[in-house]
């Protein structure tokens, strides 16, 4: 049983996550069977204007009228201290509130969505019930990604009208990540180390999974570079439904993205959007 619980710094700078949490709410309501809980009175309603604490209120009613979230009352909830959470920021009242669920409801799984600050920590989960949503759009190596693969979060399999079935969440969070590394990152080494993390990331976000027979075998097919090296390659394999192979772009990031029979058909940024199509000669995909 998993419930999510919004970070309680998103509420107190409402205005500036708005957005963002509106994209997260409708991406759970529409993907997941994930429900959200509140507690209410508001913590925080001392440092809240009435309009803003009516469209906190509106938030969280939207959730509400789709059956997707539940209130809780926080004069039950007490004050805890705990170290684990520390660096998180997290308040006393939003330990308690931890707390207080996994007694209520001991067989729960807590997903926290972290506030901004807290998600550059890049934490992954905490003692046996807590797990972590650091940014669900650009999240590496994510709890998302595992979700995705066990069907708890749904996804469609690829199919002909649809390479790239998780374009939703990885449409501007990655690409970003993309940019950051081209400009930001000189050596070829630490370049693709980056452009690795993001595809995996992404690859296995649309239902693809890493395929070692198929990289060693394009490594040693490949064209050798001056030094006689083997190149960098990596390639994935969709899980299910229509056949494709997705192949790491390590130069510019992204995908090569071939069909079942290793036709070419083009290359695609990590936002999973078309980019463009190179001569099929430059790219081949070995089988066999």
């Avoid at 007490?78 to 520390?86: A, G, L, Q, V, W």
């Avoid at 749904?154 to 969070?173: E, L, W």
Wanted: aromatic letters at 18%; glycine letters at 4%.
């Amino acid at each position: 049983m998993y419930k999510i619980l919004f970070d309680d710094n998103f509420y107190i700078n409402f205005t500036k996550n708005e957005k963002y949490m509106k994209e997260f709410r409708d991406f759970i309501i529409e993907r997941t069977n994930f429900n959200f809980v509140f507690f209410h009175p508001f913590a925080e309603n001392n440092i809240k204007s009435f309009h803003l604490s009516y469209r906190q209120v509106n938030f969280e009613k939207y959730i509400l009228n789709k059956r997707r979230g539940k209130k809780y009352d926080l004069n039950q909830v007490t004050e805890i201290s705990d170290p684990t959470f520390t660096e998180l920021n997290f308040s006393k009242i939003f330990i308690g509130k931890m707390f207080y669920l996994k007694n209520l409801i001991p067989e729960i799984n807590e997903i926290i969505l972290l506030y901004e600050n807290a998600y550059k920590k890049d934490r992954k989960h905490d003692k046996d019930f807590i797990f972590y949503i650091n940014h669900y759009a650009k999240e590496l190596n994510s709890n998302i990604k595992f979700w995705i693969e066990h069907d708890l979060i749904h996804i469609s399999f690829p199919d002909k009208n649809t390479i790239f079935p998780a374009r939703d969440i990885c449409c501007y969070g990655f690409e970003e990540l993309r940019s950051h590394v081209l400009k930001s990152f000189q050596g070829d080494n630490d370049k693709m180390s980056k452009f690795e993390d993001i595809g995996t990331e992404v690859a296995y976000r649309n239902h693809y999974h890493y395929d070692n027979r198929l990289t060693q075998l394009n490594k040693r097919k490949a064209k050798k570079d001056k030094r006689g090296n083997e190149p960098k390659r990596k390639i994935f394999v969709s899980d299910c439904g229509e056949t494709y192979y997705l192949s790491i772009d390590f130069e510019n990031g992204g995908f090569e993205v071939f069909d079942k029979k290793a036709k070419y058909l083009g290359q695609y940024r990590f936002n999973c959007c078309f980019e463009k199509m190179s001569d099929p000669k430059n790219h081949v995909l070995y089988l066999n």
